[in-house]
């Protein structure tokens, strides 16, 4: 049985500590992925993870800020992704663009943490739970990645530049789709998708507004 004040007595070194912080991300992505967030027990992910419940509070205040730090290290992963395909140069901006449509939805798809919002609809649960200072500085280093790609892509495609309001856009638009996957006909989504991808290419490898743009 778990004695109060029980994290406090236990000391672990920095072995110990980056031993036991991976086994909570792998505890809490087999948890949540299969029970989403609100339902995953912190008495289960110590157990899980081979440590008392007091010690879970160790290393996290909450299992939000455990599910935080490993979208964290999930997103981190993605930038580098990006940062690694915006630096292309001998490349189409066609080709380009649609590259980097493919790989963000692909990204949406196939990552786990993604995937759990998508299908057990965290997103409102998290954003109750979490400090809104967090939410604020995530949304703060997500405007300064994306100026960072805006950058990348115009000095890379000096004939087609694109402002940040509107690659901060199009990705939204991405996201915002993908939201909406368990309320859609998979043939309703594959055409929305097809549409949403036509105007990403068109917007980024011709500098104008896309095809679906109120401005056009």
């Known amino acids: 049985m778990t004695k109060p004040g029980d994290f406090v007595a236990r000391r672990f070194d920095k072995t110990e500590k980056k031993r036991i912080r991976k086994s909570l991300f792998c505890a809490g992505l087999k948890r949540f992925t299969r029970q989403g967030v609100r339902a995953v027990r912190i008495d289960d992910l110590a157990q899980d993870a081979g440590i008392a419940k007091g010690s879970f509070y160790a290393f996290f205040n909450s299992k ?11 997103e981190t992963m993605h930038r580098e992704d990006m940062r690694e395909l915006l630096a292309h140069r001998k490349i189409s901006p066609i080709i380009h663009a649609a590259q980097i449509f493919d790989m963000l939805i692909e990204k ?12 057990h609809g965290e997103i409102e649960y998290l954003m109750r739970k979490i400090p809104p200072e967090v939410m604020q500085a995530n949304a703060q280093s997500d ?3 994306i100026d960072e790609l805006t ?5 890379n495609n000096p004939t087609c530049k694109i402002d940040t309001n509107s690659f901060t856009a199009l990705m939204t638009l991405m996201v915002a789709l ?5 309320l859609m006909p998979p043939d309703k989504m594959t055409e929305a ?16 507004p896309g095809p679906f743009s109120p401005t056009a």
Not at 64 to 74: G, K, V
Not at 151 to 155: C, F, I, K, L, R
Request: aromatic share 8%.
């Open 64 to 74: 939000e800020e455990l599910f935080m730090a490993m979208a964290l290290e999930r």
């Open 108 to 119: 949406i798809r196939t990552d786990p943490i993604l995937s759990l919002m998508i299908e």
């Open 143 to 145: 405007r300064v990645f």
């Open 151 to 155: 950058t990348t892509w115009n000095q």
């Open 178 to 182: 993908m939201l909406q996957v368990r």
């Open 193 to 208: 998708l097809k549409l949403l991808r036509e105007t990403f290419i068109t917007r980024l490898s011709s500098g104008q």
